[in-house]
């Protein structure tokens, strides 16, 4: 099965920052990547597909980018609704692992 | 407005059986694969199992944690998906979504997942 490694696991920032989340896969995945925004109480939120296509109604100040076996989720100018757990998925391949997330904390 | 709400969570004794159904409205509902996802107490999303449309054969995947004790099936009649759950663990303990899957218009046969239910919570204990 394909591994997914998202890094760092939390990390800690301010509104008006600019951060970058990096996921690895541990075989080519192409660009079959998917980014998701999860919040507490809350269901989970497609945010990006194909590794840069974003999904309709997302800020356009969220993007992706990569391919093969790495990828990256960059806010560029972080929100306060933007603190939440954020997830890679792959699909390439039935069985559609997800990253351990990263928690984005308020500095 | 596309809507899955879940039902059939609740406590249940390790070892014993348990369904949940997942009720979908406002899309077609045969056209989709129907995937499971589910995220244990302080844990993150886990993938469960997916039934693809029938038009694409209905084929069924599961994962390594669950293959052989979960059973996912569709009635596209009424519009809803099921998740037979058996021998359950301790570890099972999770919130279960229901989600539908999309396929990319060319390339693999795996989906990514653009509407979730609510969950349904499953806790497993004596």
């Known amino acids: 099965d394909i591994q997914m490694t998202q890094s760092p696991s939390t990390l800690s920032a301010s509104v008006g920052d600019r951060v970058t989340i990096t996921c690895r896969a541990s075989?080519?995945?192409?660009?079959?990547l998917a980014w998701y925004q999860h919040k507490p109480g809350k269901v989970p939120r497609l945010l990006i597909s194909k590794a840069s296509s974003l999904e309709s109604g997302v800020p356009s100040r969220f993007s992706g980018s990569g391919s093969g076996t790495e990828f990256t989720l960059t806010i560029s100018s972080l929100q306060p609704d933007d603190f939440a757990t954020y997830y890679c998925?792959?699909?390439?391949?039935?069985?559609?692992?997800f990253g351990q997330g990263t928690k984005l904390e308020i500095k | 407005e596309v809507q899955l709400v879940e039902s059939g969570g609740g406590l249940v004794q390790p070892g014993r059986s348990l369904r949940l159904s997942c009720r979908a409205s406002g899309f077609t509902f045969g056209d989709y694969g129907m995937h499971w996802v589910r995220q244990a107490p302080g844990k993150g999303l886990e993938w469960v199992g997916f039934i693809k449309s029938k038009d694409d054969g209905e084929t069924r995947a599961y994962a390594a944690s669950v293959q052989g004790r979960f059973t996912i099936s569709r009635d596209d009649s009424k519009n809803v998906a099921y998740l037979q759950m058996s021998s359950l663990q301790t570890e099972d303990t999770a919130v279960f979504y229901c989600?539908?899957?999309?396929?990319?218009?060319?390339?693999?046969?795996?989906?990514?997942?653009?509407?979730w239910g609510q969950g349904a919570r499953v806790t497993v204990s004596s």
């Open positions: 989600v539908r899957g999309r396929r990319p218009l060319s390339g693999p046969s795996g989906h990514y997942f653009d509407y």
């Open positions: 998925q792959q699909y390439i391949t039935y069985s559609h692992t």
């Open positions: 075989q080519s995945i192409s660009g079959w």
